[in-house]
């Protein structure tokens, strides 16, 4: 267990309707002129733009509105929320929708108080010391963004796309209503379970040794996850499936999951060039690239793909572990391999060299991955 | 799992040293006069307090300091605060030491600013919504205060032992070194870890259905502090045992493990009696109890001290989950009756009036507790 520090400050209210209270969170967090940041017309149609609104109306909080952020969400619509929050004075960012819109909502919040550009920070060129106060109603569990600091940005110019994690970013409160989700089609839903055990096991597969406590805690959002699966799948408007699924989410990416140790997150590198160059979804992409990713490190270093085997699906090897992983997410409905996620023709070395071009010559840290070991990590998933 | 709302504030810095940070932290939270809270002389013997007076000069913090703080800490004190704090002009009081240091902090801090009498708060005459800023650095892992907005305080005139959890008295830091905690021993070390487990416990016995996620992470963190407690036990100096125990109590009672649920408590409740009445300490005192408890609910609400039994302890029925855990608690030289905790004639009437007088006639959720049944209770404790 190495040193640490860890604070996880946001405040989640949690339950049925809880979407309600936003106009007393606001007033509470957010101050006087809020931008409300959403997606493509989902909580337009679902009416939950209409409650948002009218609880800022009877708190007297002015707003002013950017909708349409997209998935896998672009610099473009960061830069427009930036210019509308300098125009109109915007004391605070409200995010309603998934984390893509979470995401945006961040980007614009950390770039109204800074000079420069705000890509700067994905750049690694500067490093953000203050942001407007976030506030968010999640519609989507899966990012995990509602209770982190991560904001995920694709640049349109250079076609990076660069996630960062600060403090700073995080969200002054969280309204989750799982009823919110109920909606979800299963593929969405599918996706969203598959990102957010992504999210435990980027942190769980780790070399720092003797972190019992965190592992554990890993394995049991994990088995929650997996237990809650299957009823969120054939019954989505199963509201107890719906809210642990939706809790597990956020637990699994406010960083408890990681505290005390090195994490890995190749696999997520490996997807998000998936995902640039063939626009498929997150979750499903991670879907197909984890267990190719654990089946190439367990050759190496298998003592923990062991653990989690025996203590996750109750199997003793290694490689059942990763059998047992492919057959839970094929039974949600996720691809995995690459032709199941209609990728016929992968361009490896494409990948390969796009994949060390934005993260360098050696990335994660349970197993140190070169361009040849990620050559055969993509080639594990035809 | 019912509506809920967590917030859980406090910055954790944990790892070898971080006491020394602790100029740094005031700065931060405190302000510019703090309020050293410490207990009987032994941060003192180990030079910590050096180590905080150095750190606070450094960053040219005035404090003046009140120690002598005792186990089960008394209402005395805490006046005794409160008025060094308002001569003084304090900003932020700082707890060195465990629970009893850091609760009583907690009621000094949430006293100086409140017009009435600091006891108010804790006989339920007011409600707290404004307190000093508070930070901690921790010397034993146990009552878990370091992360929750919990205080108990024992008023010397009415001998009530009454808790009071408000968000308010959650510290803004906790300085977190498993290194101060190696130097206790055996016996306190095993207290520490039957109270976490209890803190744990109180939480996951509940009646509130369809709560798989906390449920899981109390499993882990019960499954994580038995296995590091043999350890801590037969090599006090095992850094990572340490660190792995002291993190466990933290999450133990910051919350998390009780979100979206009824909790108990009758078992505190029971034990504070014991307390009260022989002195005993607190951990040892619950070691006792919690069996007894169990035993007796098991025999109307089997179902979740089966399904503990079976994910902690790999056992198949409330009888032997019981077993379990009192051999556990023998094996870390914890009693497990009455008469091995050193009270051969316990006045079982008098516990169960005093218990009820301050608790109410009926206490408790998973099983309600009325004076016929806590008699039986203490009955099981011989």
Redesign the interface.
């Known amino acids: ?16 309707g ?1 979407e309600s209270q936003v106009g007393e969170y606001s007033v509470k967090y957010l101050g006087t002129k809020v931008l409300i940041v959403s997606g493509n017309n989902s909580a337009e149609r679902s009416g939950l733009l209409n409650v948002v609104r009218q609880s800022l109306n009877a708190r007297s909080i002015i707003y002013v509105e950017l909708n349409g952020i997209n998935p896998n969400p672009t610099d473009d619509k960061v830069y427009e929320g930036i210019k509308i929050c300098r125009e109109k004075g915007v004391t605070g960012v409200l995010a309603v929708g998934g984390g893509s819109v979470i995401d945006t909502a961040k980007a614009i919040a950390g770039g109204v108080p800074y000079a420069g550009d705000f890509w700067d920070f994905w750049s690694g060129k500067s490093v953000m010391v203050e942001a407007l106060p976030i506030g968010t109603i999640l519609t989507i569990a899966a990012a995990g963004s509602e209770g982190s600091g991560n904001s995920v940005i694709t640049s349109l110019k250079t076609r990076q796309k660069i996630s960062i994690r600060t403090n700073v970013l995080r969200p002054k409160f969280s309204l989750l209503n799982p009823e919110l989700t109920m909606t979800l089609p299963p593929y969405q839903t599918a996706c969203g379970i598959v990102d957010m055990m992504a999210h435990i096991m980027e942190r769980y597969f780790s070399n720092t ?9 890993c ?3 994990l ?2 996850i997996i ?2 699966a299957p009823t969120v799948i054939s019954d989505p408007e199963n509201y ?2 719906r ?2 699924l939706m ?2 989410g956020t ?1 699994a990416h406010n960083g ?1 999951c990681g ?2 140790r090195a994490e890995d997150w190749t696999s997520h590198g490996m997807e998000h060039e998936l995902s640039a160059l063939y626009g498929v979804a997150h979750g499903a992409g991670l879907s197909v690239v984890f267990s190719a990713w654990l089946s190439y490190v367990s050759k190496f270093n298998p003592a923990k793909v062991e653990q989690f085997g025996r203590r996750v699906f109750g199997v003793h090897t290694a490689g059942e572990a990763i059998n047992e992983l492919k057959k839970f997410n094929s039974s949600i409905g996720m691809p995995v391999t690459l032709s199941e996620l209609g990728i016929a023709s992968p361009d490896i070395p494409l990948l390969v060299s796009n994949l060390h071009k934005t993260k360098g010559s050696i990335i994660g840290s349970y197993y140190p991955t070169n361009a040849e070991a990620s050559y055969e990590i993509y080639q594990l998933m035809l």
Chains 1, 2 share one sequence.
């Open positions: 267990m190495d040193n640490f520090s860890f604070c996880t400050p946001t405040e989640y209210v949690f339950g049925r809880v040794p003797d972190c019992e406590v965190t592992d554990r805690m394995e049991s959002l088995t929650a237990a809650s107890q499936a809210a642990n809790w597990a637990m408890v505290v005390g």
